[in-house]
Every structure is written in C-alpha cells, then in structure tokens.
C-alpha cells in the first residue's frame, strides 16, 4: 500500500470525528446569533462564551478570560451611566452601586434567562448527582423554555447556591459581553450593555440592582438606541446628546480580532 494512498485513507477515517467537532462548535454560534440576530460570532468564539471552567471540555478552551474582561466593560459603562444620570444629585457611593447591581449572582438571575444560556452553557455542578436529580423531580412539574435555568430559578435558593447555578450563569453573562467587545468592538457593547442588560437589572422596590432614581433615564436610553431588539450595528443619532452622553455613543470601536487572541 502507497503512502499517499495510506495517509488518503486515514484522512477519510478522520472527516466524521472533524465534521463532529464543527458541528459542536455551530451550536454555540446559532444559539448566539439567534439571540442577538444582528451579530454574527464565529464558531471558535462562541464555544469559548459557552464553556465554563469547570466542565471537562474546558481543557480545549473556557470563557475565564472573556468572562474577567466583560465585567470590567460591564463595569467602566454603569459608572458612565451613574456619572452621567446622577450629575445633578447628592454623591453616590458609585462602588457601592456598581456591586449591588453587576453582582455576578444577580447577571445569573436576570440576565441569564433572557439569553437562555441554561439551554447550551457546558458546566459542572459542584453538589451531587443524587441532589440534582432530587432537585429535578420537585420541579417537574414545570416544563419552561429554558428548562435547566428555570427548573433552578424556580426551586429552594439554597439549592441554587449550592449548585452554583446563578454565579455560572452570570459568569456566562460577563464572557458574552467580553465576546462581545473583543470581536465587535466598543460601541456594539455599549448598545447591548443599555438594551440588553441594564433593563433587566432595574428591579423595582428592591435593595439590589440599579436604584430606582435610575429606572427612568435607563429605559430612555434604551429607548433611544432602538428598544430591547434594537440592531446592536445601527448608530442613531447623537447630536441631541449631553457632552458626556455623546461620549459614550462615540465610544471608539474596537477592531475585530481572531479568537486566538482571547485565548487563555
């Protein structure tokens, strides 16, 4: 047998366990894309956002480091926000501010299920099988679009905790964001941080979120930019805008870059 011949039939053995490993990578990338139509992630990114640290998969790449720089983008636009709404207002104690509404646990709660991240985030529990299948049969009796976070949201708190299943989540909710703003750029993720996440983070009547005096120039900005399924690419205009506000619209973009670059 000739050597091309060989190395022929040993690359025709390979093909399916490579079409295998693209087709895992699509599925990350359709749910993305699904999510926010307008962007377009490429497959390697997308699994990256879609795999937490402690899932076995996490050797071939996790969303760590996506997941540290989405909360300090997170992070730098609320303070902008707080800055720019609350000039004309008694001092704030904007870290304070910044830790009751970016927590990660609450991004787990509120912001996780919109983007139905339990649907196809890979992660490990840290509790027992044996809880979670106990966990499973009380909440069985609902069947909710995105079942795994829902089942947990739904269920005893403390087993949520223990689980994890607020803090992965809202470690999943960061890396998108830190996706976001490494293949898209600076002014994409400011359009999504103000129409995708802000507004599900005013909760009314409570101690944790964005203070309700917030509430009313949050949803305006929102607004503004196109509503909660506002195109993420389209710019508005900003001529009407207050100097710090036009700021933050004209936020310099970031050129997109190959995921090997946010590789950990």
Known sequence: MSK??????????RAPQLAIHEDSHAQFA?????????????PELAQRILTHGSHKAAVHGHNGRLSFVGRRVLESYYLLFLHSAARNQP???????????????L???????????????????????DLLQTHKKISSTKQPADSELEHALSANPGIVRSVG???????????VVGGVYHQFGGSVTHRLFHTRILPH???????????????QKALSLCERMGGLDGDL???????????????????????????AAASS
């Open 4 to 13: 091309v011949f060989r190395r022929s039939l040993s690359s025709l053995k």
């Open 30 to 42: 359709t749910h993305l894309n699904n999510v926010f139509p307008s962007l377009h992630f490429p």
């Open 165 to 175: 299943l607020y803090k992965v989540m809202g470690d999943a909710v960061q890396a």
């Open 107 to 129: 991004l787990g709660e509120h912001v996780a299920p919109r983007w139905s991240l339990g649907r196809v985030l890979r992660w490990t529990p840290t509790v027992s099988q």
């Open 201 to 215: 983070i005013l909760l009314a009547g409570k101690s944790e979120g964005v203070p309700s005096e917030f509430h």
């Open 91 to 105: 001092q704030h104690d904007y870290e304070l501010l910044s830790s009751r509404a970016l927590n990660t646990y």
């Open 233 to 259: 690419l389209v710019q508005g205009p900003v001529s009407n805008l207050a100097p710090l506000e036009l700021e933050l619209d004209t936020a310099e973009t970031v050129q997109p870059n190959t995921v």
